[in-house]
């Protein structure tokens, strides 16, 4: 609801301050009065006016000086001034009326008509802007709330999308995105002739530590390893929990195979050292290892599947050649 409309009455005579407030009523705004010029600026800075009925001579700081300084104030330069005085008896004294900043002028001795006709059309215009300020407000208001459901919708359609893609204990690309990155792989090693390796890896000793320790404590194995291989790979290569304890990696920009295979001994080792564990009957130190199967790819022209066949035979290879190894793919 619009708050009603108030107009400051500014006049150093008693007399006409009462003789206005008797004119004005009716005319539907609250009455603020000021018997001077720093009355009138001092009251401007703490309420907000539709009209200023405001005389020219006073006593002090006139008029002119009054509009002048409103004019001169970025808070108060749009609340629209009416100079009521007797001294509009000629051109000149309009005109610096209007130089200073008045709207319109009332001369003295008041015609109450007038007063009242000019004063409901300030009213009008005040009250119109007002309602269009509020249709403005509520408008932004509304974008703004628009924007905050489109970024939650988007930030809960990016966690579904996240949740459909990620495994849920480690945070690693699942299955189904480790597939897509492998296309991915296998499309730009087709068109740019970029190597790259497929890599399949197990953990060794998981059962045991399930069976031995608990559930609990083998999911905190499992984000312990993870955060073991992400701290491994490039920025550019994918490290997926394919289930259980199965572990893939796509590693990017392959030239040489005796890096490559360096970099997975390298692996097997780190993933092979103790893990401090929290389980649920209190600490335990861990110790399990990792087999390796690793396939290169060097033109893309091997089709996935066939690629993920050679890594598994690589990696069956490693595990029957007792465990905690890494081998290349015939």
Same mark, same amino acid.
């Given at each position: 609801?619009?708050?009603?409309?108030? %107009?400051? +009455?500014?006049?150093?005579?008693?007399?006409?301050?009462?003789?206005?407030?008797?004119?004005?009523?009716?005319?539907?705004?609250?009455?603020?009065?000021?018997?001077?010029? @720093?009355?009138?600026?001092?009251?401007?800075? /703490?309420?907000?006016?539709? $009209?200023?009925?405001?005389?020219? @001579?006073?006593?002090?700081?006139?008029?002119?000086?009054?509009?002048?300084?409103?004019?001169?104030?970025?808070?108060?330069?749009?609340?629209?001034?009416? &100079? +009521?005085?007797?001294?509009?008896?000629?051109?000149?004294?309009?005109?610096?009326?209007?130089?200073?900043?008045? #709207?319109?002028?009332?001369?003295?001795?008041?015609?109450?008509? %007038?007063?009242?006709?000019?004063?409901?059309?300030? $009213?009008?215009?005040?009250?119109?802007?007002? !309602?269009?300020?509020?249709? $403005? /407000? =509520? $408008?932004?208001?509304?974008?703004?709330?628009? !924007?905050?459901?489109?970024?939650?919708?988007?930030?809960?359609?990016?966690? #579904?999308?996240?949740?459909?893609?990620?495994?849920?204990?480690?945070?690693?690309?699942?299955?189904?995105? &480790?597939?897509?990155?492998?296309?991915?792989?296998?499309?730009?090693?087709?068109?740019?002739?970029?190597?790259?390796?497929?890599?399949?890896?197990? %953990?060794?000793?998981?059962?045991?530590? @399930?069976?031995?320790?608990?559930?609990?404590?083998?999911?905190?194995?499992?984000?312990?390893?993870?955060?073991?291989?992400?701290? !491994? #790979?490039?920025?550019?290569?994918? #490290?997926?929990?394919?289930?259980?304890? =199965? &572990?893939?990696?796509?590693?990017?920009?392959?030239?040489?195979?005796?890096?490559?295979?360096?970099?997975?001994?390298?692996?097997?080792?780190?993933?092979?050292?103790?893990?401090?564990?929290?389980?649920?009957?209190?600490?335990?130190?861990?110790?399990?290892?990792?087999?390796?199967?690793?396939?290169?790819?060097?033109?893309?022209?091997?089709?996935?599947?066939?690629? %993920?066949?050679?890594? /598994?035979?690589?990696?069956?290879?490693?595990?029957?050649?007792?465990?905690?190894?890494?081998?290349?793919?015939?």
């Amino acid at each position: 609801m619009t708050a009603q409309p108030k %107009i400051l +009455v500014v006049d150093d005579t008693r007399a006409n301050l009462v003789a206005m407030r008797r004119l004005l009523a009716d005319c539907g705004a609250e009455l603020v009065e000021a018997g001077s010029g @720093n009355e009138a600026l001092s009251l401007c800075l /703490d309420h907000r006016f539709a $009209l200023i009925l405001l005389d020219v @001579n006073m006593p002090g700081m006139d008029g002119f000086e009054v509009a002048s300084l409103l004019g001169e104030t970025e808070q108060l330069k749009d609340t629209p001034v009416i &100079f +009521v005085t007797a001294a509009y008896g000629d051109d000149l004294n309009r005109l610096k009326g209007y130089r200073s900043g008045a #709207v319109d002028y009332i001369a003295k001795p008041i015609n109450d008509t %007038i007063l009242t006709a000019k004063v409901r059309v300030f $009213l009008d215009l005040y009250n119109a802007r007002m !309602q269009l300020q509020q249709a $403005l /407000d =509520e $408008l932004a208001e509304r974008n703004r709330q628009l !924007q905050a459901e489109v970024a939650e919708r988007l930030r809960a359609e990016e966690q #579904v999308r996240h949740q459909a893609t990620h495994d849920m204990l480690t945070g690693l690309p699942n299955r189904m995105l &480790f597939h897509e990155r492998l296309q991915a792989a296998l499309l730009r090693g087709a068109r740019h002739a970029h190597g790259f390796a497929l890599a399949l890896l197990d %953990i060794d000793g998981f059962k045991a530590v @399930n069976d031995t320790h608990g559930h609990p404590t083998g999911d905190a194995l499992l984000q312990a390893i993870a955060a073991r291989l992400r701290q !491994q #790979v490039r920025g550019n290569d994918t #490290v997926a929990r394919l289930g259980g304890d =199965e &572990f893939a990696l796509i590693l990017e920009d392959i030239d040489e195979l005796p890096p490559l295979l360096e970099r997975c001994r390298k692996l097997c080792a780190v993933l092979g050292e103790p893990y401090a564990l929290r389980g649920p009957q209190g600490d335990v130190l861990v110790h399990v290892g990792a087999s390796l199967g690793l396939a290169p790819c060097r033109d893309g022209a091997t089709g996935d599947e066939a690629l %993920i066949r050679a890594a /598994d035979r690589a990696l069956y290879q490693a595990k029957a050649e007792g465990k905690g190894r890494c081998v290349l793919a015939a």
